[in-house]
């Protein structure tokens, strides 16, 4: 019966069952305690209950007809099932309990009006590990929790439990394109009403935004983000563009129909519906011809039409614009292939290969190529290069037929790199063929500006100059120091500054992605947001707007925390316009998982950003200084320092990996076509840490216990507790980074971590004798680099209880899990809530690192899934306000 394997399936070790009784769901449980005032527990037991309900109909717990499982599969699928529903469950909270209710305009202040636009990434993506029928199945159940009747909702709710159990067992793979229509399907129905909302939300607090053609757009990077995918083609791209429009047009059909049925009377819109399809002779040009016929309907002002414009006016033709990115290097090796050192000699007096020579040199090239008289002079360099290749790389390419990427790139490398310019050349001219909705194309890794003028010139050898915006995307330390002191240079370079007139003197720049926070820990997202807001000056002198392209992300090495916070410590509401990109897959879900959810989200992103820019235009210029200038008082770049010397960098990090990171359970649940690493040559994955994938990498790592996030701490140790509690008190930013080390420190778990390397946990005499070693030179680097890692992680705590409490601990070491969150009990009730979750896990763990045959396929997915839903950014992290509304206790 369900009972008994429900129990046995907490109790799988004499450790865990102080935890398990914790988890045994309530007796008597009431479906009806998800309402506003339950506490997310008790929404999970009721859900719990309803479940135990709906499979004892069948009279005991099995597997779908067909399917089989044996004992710890079937364990591995309720662990599953059961965070799936904690996830429900506060989300449920969240949307009964968020008020989305701004201040009021402090007395006095003058009502003000301002522009505002948000545009919102809706990017999904390989590192979705549910798939799609599951995160239908979730959103069923979320669903039927708003059902206000009842006896209706539990015959629902029922239903959807049974349907997500179900869909757990389905083994398809993901469909991204499918899933990416799914969560851009959630904006398209919940942006009337969540535009609406945040304009009253905004009205209460005296602030008026302007030019409502303007608020809103989406866009997404689904097969335009081609840094690292050499398996995604041109024919991906257009897949999902034609998809895209496909679906927006559907939507419009669907709605008109709904108007035509509503006013009979009115001719327009069948009119409308005919000429919504693109292959009737009278068809709509543009969206704008279909605004100005709803417009000239008799029932223009209803509300119906109103919210039809509205959707119209953000999403056009094309939906989501599908936007592009891919790796300086790939530029460079592009330029490379194009140019023979003859040309570089007649314009530079030295005949050498481009890849040889320095920036400045390369930008001097560069330079005097684009600006050349003869305009067409880089698609003659083109045309020239591929001439000659043409021949030889078609023979080749017939010879090949079949053959995979990776592969070719490891026996016939020259044909690879003209496969790459032949496939970079053919994309630029893809991207000008779809101007309307292919705006954007972004450089990843960005080390120098050199990659901006040779992107330029691509374009322009594609006989598409100016075709698109250009965004920068620094990610390490060095990438994000060479461009702020470069980028000056770049905007006097006469070449660029040609393409930003053309462009509308718009610079955008992207922050916070992952492989920040890989490469440089918590502390480089911080150090980023100081460095953004200082590019926001730079550019105001040259008379250019900066724009922040803001990734966000739960994940913990993106930049993650309060919308509001993040765009103000970004400087991203100083300015019109807002890009925020919910960069992965627990992003989409948590914003975006129903109809309300997305509603809610699109209003509290608006309000955020609307609040904020009102607040910095009251402030003035010298007001917005001052907030500039929080967060100076700490050297971030001496964090990360200390994070890349002793850890990033360090020569033991490969061997820390190849014992503790799991990325066996990584790879065994890898989709898509985008390899965990940028060195494709690699034979071994851990010893090339800078080449992994970040999100590869911060699974891995979170999967033996550690949260990388959190090192660079020690440096702040030693000063004195009454400074650094002044300082966390006075100083927002810095304030918000002692809250990120504590909740860092509170979702670490050395004792895991420890049992991963060595099968039980070191004592305290042990770990500070390993960590007083050079682990490079030590008997057993790898423990004596995460026995580095361990004592940073004490370090945290220490910085914390005295920035939070004003003086020196009795013992670092000694500081529980609850005293470190104590300023925050709301986050410190979900992390113990979380983290109670995630126990049942730590033993399949520790065992499958002994025996990585343990499991099958199926049920490894099944232990990746369940634990990352468990083990990532909290709601209480995300939205704090909201989580304090909570009933906790």
């Known amino acids: 019966m369900f009972a008994t394997t429900d129990t046995s399936i907490w109790a ?60 710890t599969e079937m364990r591995l699928k309720l662990l599953l099932m059961r965070q799936l529903l904690i996830d429900v469950a506060l989300n449920a909270q969240f949307l009964r309990n968020d008020p989305n209710r701004p201040p009021a305009a402090a007395s006095g202040a003058e009502p003000i009006e301002l522009p505002l636009r948000l545009e919102l990434g809706v990017h999904c993506q390989e590192t979705e590990y549910l798939r799609a029928n599951v995160i239908e199945g979730q959103q069923r159940v979320l669903s039927a929790l708003g059902e206000e009747n009842e006896t209706t909702r539990s015959v629902v709710l029922d239903e959807a439990l049974g349907a ?75 897949r999902v563009a034609f998809a895209l429009e496909d679906v927006i047009r559907s939507n419009y059909r669907r709605d008109v129909a709904a108007l035509r049925v509503a006013f009979p009377d009115e001719p327009l819109y069948a009119a409308c519906l005919r000429r919504l399809d693109s292959g009737d002779p009278d068809a709509f040009s543009s969206p704008d011809q279909f605004s100005a016929t709803l417009r000239a309907s008799a029932q ?158 691509l374009f322009a050898a594609a006989g598409a100059r100016h075709a698109v915006d250009i965004a920068l995307q620094p990610e390490d330390m060095d990438g994000a120091v060479a461009l702020e002191d470069a980028v000056a240079r770049l905007y006097e370079n006469p070449a660029y500054r040609e393409h930003l007139r053309v462009r509308g003197d718009v610079q955008y720049i992207t922050f916070g992605p992952s492989d920040t926070g890989k490469a440089g820990g918590k502390a480089m997202h911080k150090a980023n947001m100081k460095i953004a807001r200082r590019h926001r000056q730079i550019a105001g002198a040259y008379g250019i707007e900066l724009v922040p392209n803001i990734v966000i992300g739960h994940e913990h090495a993106r930049c993650n925390g309060p919308q509001g916070e993040i765009l103000e410590e970004y400087g991203a509401a100083d300015g019109d316009v807002v890009r925020y990109m919910l960069s992965g897959c627990i992003e989409m879900r948590s914003f975006l998982l129903t109809p309300r959810l997305a509603e809610q989200s699109i209003a509290n992103i608006l309000t955020a950003q609307g609040l904020r820019a009102a607040e910095a235009r009251r402030l003035g210029p010298a007001g917005r200084e001052s907030r500039a200038a929080e967060g100076r008082e700490i050297d971030w770049l001496a964090i990360v320092r200390h994070y890349k010397s002793r850890f990033f960098d360090h020569p033991s990090l490969p061997a820390l990996l190849k014992a503790v990171a799991r990325f066996d359970l990584v790879r065994a649940t890898a989709k898509g076509t985008r390899p965990p690493t940028r060195n494709f040559l690699i034979k071994d994955l851990e010893s090339d840490p ?100 361990h004592l940073e992680h004490v370090a945290a705590k220490r910085v914390v209880f005295k920035a939070t409490r004003g003086r020196e601990p009795d013992d670092a070491w000694a500081i529980r899990t609850d005293e470190v969150l104590a300023d925050w009990p709301e986050l410190r009730a979900e992390v113990a809530w979380k983290e109670a979750a995630l126990a049942p896990y730590h033993e399949v763990l520790v065992a499958t690192r002994r025996d990585p045959n343990a499991l099958s396929r199926s049920a490894i997915h099944d232990l990746y899934s369940g634990y990352l839903l468990s083990a990532n950014t909290d709601l209480s992290l995300i939205h704090p306000e909201t989580a304090r509304a909570l009933n906790w206790s």
């Open 12 to 71: 799988s070790a004499q450790s865990e069952r102080a935890v398990a009784r914790q988890l045994e769901p309530a007796p008597h449980s009431d479906p009806r305690l998800w309402r506003a005032g339950s506490t997310p527990r008790q929404v999970l037991d009721a859900l719990w209950a309803s479940f135990q309900r709906a499979v004892k109909v069948h009279g005991e717990l099995s597997a779908p007809i067909g399917e089989t499982a044996t004992s």
């Open 164 to 238: 997500l159990w179900a869909a757990l067992w389905r083994q398809e793979d993901v469909d991204l394109v499918t899933t990416q229509i799914l969560y851009a399907n959630r904006v398209y129905d919940a942006l009337p009403r969540g535009l609406d909302r945040a304009l009253g939300a905004l009205a209460a607090a005296g602030v008026r935004p302007s030019r409502p053609e303007r608020w809103f757009a989406g866009y997404t990077w689904l097969y335009g983000d081609r840094d690292g995918r050499p398996y995604d083609t041109n024919a991906h791209t257009e």
């Open 300 to 457: 223009a002002s209803d509300r119906r039409v109103q919210d039809l414009l509205r959707r119209v006016a953000a999403f056009g033709f094309h939906f989501l614009k599908v936007e592009f990115r891919q790796n300086a290097l790939k530029f460079e090796e592009v330029v490379d292939i194009m140019l023979p050192p003859a040309t570089i000699e007649r314009w530079l007096g030295e005949r050498v290969a481009y890849a040889k020579l320095s920036a400045p040199k390369r930008l001097r090239l560069l330079t005097a190529l684009l600006q050349d008289e003869d305009r067409n002079l880089p698609a003659r360099i083109w045309e020239d290069y591929w001439s000659a290749t043409e021949p030889g790389f078609r023979a080749k390419q017939d010879a090949y037929a079949g053959g995979d990427y990776i592969e070719l790139l490891k026996s016939d490398p020259d044909y690879i790199r003209a496969h790459d310019a032949r496939m970079t050349y053919d994309c630029l001219q893809m991207i000008a063929r779809y101007g309307d909705r292919m705006t954007m194309h972004g450089i990843a890794e960005l080390e120098d500006i050199d990659a901006a003028l040779a992107l330029l010139f």
């Open 690 to 789: 800078a080449s992994i994938r970040a999100i590869p990498w911060t699974r891995a790592i979170m999967l033996c216990g550690l949260h990388h996030e959190l090192i660079g701490a020690s440096t702040l140790a030693g000063r004195e507790a009454s400074e650094l509690a002044g300082l966390a008190k006075a100083d927002r930013t810095f304030g918000r980074y002692v809250k990120n080390l504590a909740y860092a420190a509170a979702r670490s778990n050395l004792d895991l971590a420890w049992r991963t390397l060595r099968g039980a946990p070191l004592s305290r005499a042990d770990i500070e004798a390993l960590g007083a070693e050079d682990a490079a030179g030590a008997a057993d680097p790898a423990a004596a680099l995460l026995a580095f890692v």
